[in-house]
Each structure stands twice: as structure tokens, then as C-alpha cells.
């Protein structure tokens, strides 16, 4: 009996530690779904663009309250992040005319181009690949997020608010950078590369598969 309730509490745990992941994952397809959802309609793409928010906002807090961080979950997290953003991206491309202007793809270009020069640094210094929680980057990802449904709601955007949210996105993957040159110990959830870590080593997110 004792056994049979064992087995069965580490089995509701595993499946548990699972749900973090389950979230990452869930906004990957809900993010490929969103182009199809805008051509359907407004009220359909802005509620599944909400959905990929709070699944970006639970999983990690999931996650801790859980106990059940790990490196896999940090780079899923980062995968369902991308992917996102790149939708969104794509999204803005097609359906305003600000992405017309070579200002705005050069400011594109260079976040990019610094975002994986701070994934090959990580990668040299530490041996993951990763990308590095910081304040910086989580109040970039906050700002891209409020500015992508605003813009596709007005068919517009300015290009003055474009470049400066593009300004806003280097400083914060500069900042990453720098954190994975300054810092020896890895730790994915970094507020910046002023700030010491909480632990050493610390490895956040979701359980492993």
C-alpha cells in the first residue's frame, strides 16, 4: 500500500514538473498560430497573443515555486521567446509599413547581431548555449510585447518609437554581453551585468525531459 502510494506521488510529481515546459512549449504553437489568427480576426489574435504572455509570465514561476528549474527548461523558455518574436516580427513586416525604411532594419540587425555574439559568449565561457534572464532583457521582452498588437491594431507604427524600442533592445543585449564576459559562475537569471549572483551556480526554468 505504502509502495503503491509512493509510486503514485512520484509519478503526479514528475507530471507536475513537467507543466513548466508544457508552458514553453504551449506558446510555441500558440505563437505559430497567431499569423492565421490575425487574418481571422482581431478579438482571436489578441486573445492567443495574451495566452503567449502569461504562459511566458507562469512557466518560469512555475517552475520555482515547483522546485524544478533546470537548464532544459531555461532554453526551451528562451526557444518559446524567440519564436514569438519572430512571429511578431514577421507580422509587423507584412501588416505595417514601417519595416520599409533601412533605419529600422539596421536597428533589427544589430540587436540580432549582439544577441548572438552573448549566446556565443555563454557558449565559450560556460559550455551552454543559453540566453541570460536579465532585467534588461525582460523589460525589452515587456516593451516588444505592448508595442506589437498597438501596432498591428493601427496598421502603423512610428518610426521614431520603432528606433527607440530598438535602442532599448541593444542596451539590453549589450548588457547581457557583458554579463557573460564579466561573471564566472553561470546564472541564467542575472539581473544584469552590475549585479552578483544570488547563487553560484544558479540554473533557473523548467524541469528537465
Known sequence: MTGGLTARGRTSRAITGQLPNGL??????????????????????????????????LDGWVARRLGVTSLWGARLDSVGDAVLSVVALVMLTGFTQVFSQPAVWVSVLAVAAVKIAAIIVLRARHGVLAIVHTWGNKLAGLVCFAVVPLALHRGELSTMVVIAVGRLCLLAAVDEVISALRWDDLDLDRRGSWHPSRCSPRVPRASSP
Do not use: K, Q
Open 24 to 57: 514553453s512549449i504551449a506558446r510555441v504553437v500558440i505563437a505559430l498560430c497567431l499569423i492565421p489568427a490575425f487574418n481571422a480576426g482581431w478579438e482571436l489574435f489578441l486573445g492567443l497573443y495574451l495566452t503567449c504572455g502569461l504562459t511566458d509570465v
